[in-house]
C-alpha cells in the first residue's frame, strides 16, 4: 500500500468556498474575585513606604504620575476617596495617609455593624 496522497476526483471538489467563521472564540477566563482588604491595606503601606523614601529625597518635587493612579486604584479597590491629582510627593503621602485612615474608619465601621446584626 502506497503512503502518496492520492488527487481527489472531479465530483468531490466544490466550487464554493467554506464559510468563513461568524462566531468569535469566546474567553473561558473567569472574572476574579475581590482581593482582601488586608492585602489591599498591605499594597498601600508599601505604596506609602515608596512615597516616602521620595518624599525624603525631595518633598517638594512633583510625583510620578504612575504612583498618583496606583494609589487612586488602591482608593478604590477599598471604596474611598482617592488622592486626586497632588502636586508634590509630601502631598500624595498625605493623600496616602488619608486613604488609609478612612479604609481602616470604614472598616471598623463594617465590623461594628456586623456584630451589631
Known sequence: M???RL?????TITSEAPAARTSRRRSRAKPRPPRP???????LKGL?????????????????VSLIEWTN?????L???GVGSPA????LLM??????????????MDATVAQGA
Open 37 to 43: 482588604q488586608a492585602v489591599i491595606l498591605a499594597e
Open 88 to 91: 508634590t510627593y509630601r502631598d
Open 73 to 77: 486604584r488602591l482608593a478604590a479597590e
Open 7 to 11: 488527487a481527489p476526483s472531479a465530483d
Open 95 to 108: 493623600g496616602i495617609v488619608g486613604v488609609n485612615r478612612r479604609a481602616r474608619e470604614a472598616q471598623a
Open 79 to 81: 471604596h474611598t476617596d
Open 2 to 4: 502506497s503512503l502518496r
Open 48 to 64: 506609602g513606604g515608596l512615597v516616602h523614601e521620595q518624599a525624603l529625597m525631595d518633598a517638594g518635587a512633583q510625583p510620578q
